[in-house]
Every structure is written in C-alpha cells, then in structure tokens.
C-alpha cells in the first residue's frame, strides 16, 4: 500500500486511467505506481515502460494471472 506523510502532495482525482486493469508487457500510459490486482505487489513503472511480463511477476495461481492497475499518477 502506498503510504505518504504530507497530504498536500497528493491530489484526488478520477482519472479514467485509475479504472484499467493492464496485462503483462503492456507500456504504462502514465508514470506511477502500479498494483497487481492478485497479490497486491506495488511497483513504479515510468510512462512508455512496460509492466513486467508473466515470467518477471509470478504469484500463485490461485490468485489468477497478473493485472496491473494505476494507484498513484505522477504528473
Ligand atoms: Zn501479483
């Protein structure tokens, strides 16, 4: 979970993007954070770069095959 001191720095926003659930290897619209919506691994990816492939994130499979979803946009 992401986690901040001062709130000033953070602005809410519903962002269309927030809602996107990505496979694996797809570039990241946006610089932020991403959340496996499986595990809950967070990872920052920069805009352009891709999210790691199925062979770079693995967690159980009981808990389905990697999503990654948008939880803090970097503007
Ligand atoms: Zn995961």
Redo the contacts with the bound molecule.
């Keep these: 979970m992401a986690v901040y001191q001062d709130s000033s720095y953070l602005i809410r926003c519903d962002h269309f993007d927030f809602n996107v659930k990505r496979a694996p290897g797809t570039s990241a619209s946006v610089s932020g954070i991403y959340r ?1 919506i ?4 967070e990872i920052v990816v920069k805009k352009g770069q891709l999210l790691p492939e199925y062979e770079e ?1 693995i ?1 159980g499979f009981e ?1 389905g095959p ?1 999503r990654w979803q948008l939880i803090v946009f970097i503007l």
Excluded at 38 to 41: A, D, L, T, Y
Aim: some cysteine.
């Design positions: 496996c499986g595990c809950g691994q994130h967690h808990l990697p």
